[in-house]
């Protein structure tokens, strides 16, 4: 249908739209980076597509994007020649919010405001700290498209979908409050052009100058040109004599369009990577590390992985996008390609381009490619080495790591069993040498510390730091100074159960079976101990029949120092506390 028709947000976007504009107003240029990017995603899309049918390119092959500026009327418009969007596209894309998260994205970022303004009288530092994890929030959340907002009090978007005729082109338009139009419209190109009228005190982006900054500072590694009006020095005299001459506007290239990982680790410098990250990322801080790798051979590949330093709001999602990239001999094959990084390492963000895959490379074949899985193996075995160096080399960076991202590589064990060593070698832990619950002791550091006889590494699972630091079952170990590891992140336990020694020492639960310190021990424990049993006999019956099938036995044990008894579960046993976990999730 041609009329206009008028729709509502869905409620989502209203407040998603509210919070972007007010928190991401000292990062007001960003607009400019989201526009291109999804103009650019448009292009990479178009390729794709025109892999299977190059009609889609219709007479016009050259992908691009160009950015013009119309300091008069006061807009700004990006326009592309992309896939382009239909009808049913822009409602879907523009007007609603698919992603299931949005209820929590909203109540994250409300949450950080609500803290902001509390902690924020006076120190402008603080607030605009918090604006910028904000805007790490929405980039990751990508609701690129509505930060147009920010400096714009009305935005028209004008589309159409490659394949269609010019007749079904499509007018959305709104000002952001709540409500937008929507018209079938004729557009002779395909593609999508954004159209930014800006608010009054925001005209300084209609301004050649100011956007081309805009563009090489966070644009400049995009591959697809992004264009604009080509100057013209010559004075106004010399320009009114060519006016008349109606001939089409020159464009020329602004952004250089290299792609980042192809060139020589030489010519890279690190403000070059730290870029290239936050344009691959959206994130407002620098990478913690990175790395860059070209393999060559029968299976040719270049890598760039960095490591953020801040977790994503979504990190927990189960449906969490990957943050690799894959590419195909400089062109962009997918996001979120999650075959080439496991689970745990799902933080990583970076580039895989191949030279050996085919263009035409769907998820399908993804699951099932050798040579996907050699780079798969080859990014973990980076990765961890990154970390270890980080660990090694800069303990400050990587305690930032730990507390960001230590939960999900405690996921890695269970999951990547022939890496579990290595990936043991970076857990750090809370322990009962030391006061407080920072997770900083790593198992070789505990592996000194041992006690000389001691060959086992032990830890008690909790369901809080506390009741872990304060448990029964760590009195005699305080009293021989053996230390214990004290977990509990909900993780722990699916560690545990995953991880049964490093470097030849055994795992041993505090609270599990028979407890044996060995020759940690002094020999009159045992006897005493076994004198009590003697002793006691009558009464560890007695206790036996009171408790009846609750219980499999009931026996003096060396155990405790202060407490009079403890409950303990059998080697074998699923622990108290993992029973409490399931419990919890309603297993
Ligand atoms: P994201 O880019 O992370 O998906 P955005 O809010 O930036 O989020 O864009 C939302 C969606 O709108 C995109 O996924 C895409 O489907 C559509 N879109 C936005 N801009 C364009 C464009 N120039 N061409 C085609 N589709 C677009
Ligand atoms: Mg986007």
Redesign the pocket.
């Known amino acids: 249908s041609a009329q206009k028709e008028t729709l509502e947000f869905q409620a989502e976007v209203s407040q998603v739209l509210d919070l972007v504009i007010r928190s991401l107003y000292s990062n007001k240029e960003i607009f400019l980076r989201?526009?291109i990017?999804?103009?650019s995603?448009?292009a990479e899309?178009l390729r794709f597509e025109s892999l299977t049918d190059s009609s889609l390119f219709e007479d016009d092959p050259e992908l691009r994007v160009r950015v013009l500026v119309d300091k008069d009327a006061g807009t700004v418009t990006?326009s592309?020649n992309?896939?382009?969007?239909s009808r049913q596209?822009v409602v879907e894309?523009?007007g609603s919010i698919a992603s299931s998260g949005t209820r929590r994205f909203v109540e994250a970022l409300k949450d950080r405001q609500g803290g902001a303004s509390r902690s924020d009288s006076g120190s402008d530092q603080g607030g605009n700290k918090d604006a910028a994890t904000d805007g790490t929030l929405i980039g990751q959340f990508?609701?690129?498209?509505?930060s147009a907002f920010i400096v714009a009090d009305k935005v028209t978007?004008i589309?159409r979908r490659a394949g269609l005729s010019a007749e079904h082109g499509v007018c959305w338009e709104s000002d952001g409050r709540g409500s937008y139009t929507l018209e079938t419209v004729e557009k002779a190109g395909r593609?999508?052009d954004?159209i930014l009228h800006l608010k009054d005190e925001e005209k300084e982006f209609a301004d050649d100058w100011r956007l081309r900054s805009v563009i090489s500072k966070f644009s400049d590694h995009i591959a697809v040109p992004v264009e604009m009006l080509k100057q013209d020095f010559r004075g106004d005299e010399e320009k009114e004599k060519d006016a008349d001459k109606d001939k089409a506007p020159e464009f020329e290239r602004v952004n250089t369009g290299q792609a980042l990982w192809m060139r020589n680790k030489s010519d890279i410098s690190d403000d070059d990577y730290k870029s290239f990250y936050k344009h691959i990322s959206h994130d407002f801080e620098e990478p913690l590390a990175w790395a860059h790798n070209r393999v060559e051979g029968t299976n040719e590949y270049t890598t760039l992985l960095f490591v953020p330093k801040r977790a994503p709001w979504d990190m927990w999602d189960r449906d969490q996008k990957h943050g690799v990239k894959l590419y195909v001999r400089r062109v962009f094959i997918m996001d979120e390609a999650d075959k080439l990084m496991p689970h745990y390492l799902r933080f990583v963000k970076g580039v895989v381009d191949s030279n050996d895959l085919p263009l035409n490379v769907s998820r399908e074949i993804l699951q099932h490619n050798r040579k996907i899985d050699t780079i798969r193996g080859a990014n973990v075995k980076r990765v961890l080495s990154l970390l270890e160096s980080m660990a090694k080399d800069e303990p400050d960076h990587y305690k930032t790591f730990w507390k960001e991202f230590g939960r999900v590589i405690k996921e890695g064990p269970a999951e990547d069993y022939a890496n579990r060593e290595r990936i043991a070698g970076l857990l750090r832990f809370s322990t009962t040498v030391g006061e407080g619950d920072e997770q900083d002791t790593s198992l070789d550091t505990y592996i000194e510390r041992m006690k000389e006889g001691q060959d086992k590494i032990y830890y008690i699972t909790a369901d809080s730091p506390a009741a872990a630091r304060h448990s029964p079952h760590l009195e005699m170990f305080r009293k021989k100074e053996v230390e214990v590891l004290l977990l509990s992140d909900r993780v722990d336990e699916w560690l545990v159960s995953n991880l049964h020694e490093y470097k030849g020492k055994h795992l041993q639960s505090v609270t599990k079976g028979e407890l044996d310190l060995g020759e940690i021990g002094a020999k009159e424990e045992k006897e005493k101990t076994e004198q009590a049993a003697k002793e006691h006999e009558d009464l560890f019956k007695r206790l036996k029949e009171a408790l009846g099938d609750r219980v499999d036995a009931v026996r003096a044990s060396s155990r405790l120092v202060d407490s009079p008894a403890c409950i303990v579960v059998g080697e074998h046993d699923m622990s108290a506390n993992l029973a409490r976990v399931l419990k919890s999730v309603g297993q």
Do not use: M, P, Q, R
Not at 142 to 146: D, K, N
């Open positions: 989201e526009l990017s999804n103009a995603d448009a899309k990006v592309d992309g896939i382009g969007l596209e894309t523009i990508g609701v690129g498209f509505y978007l589309s593609g999508t954004v």
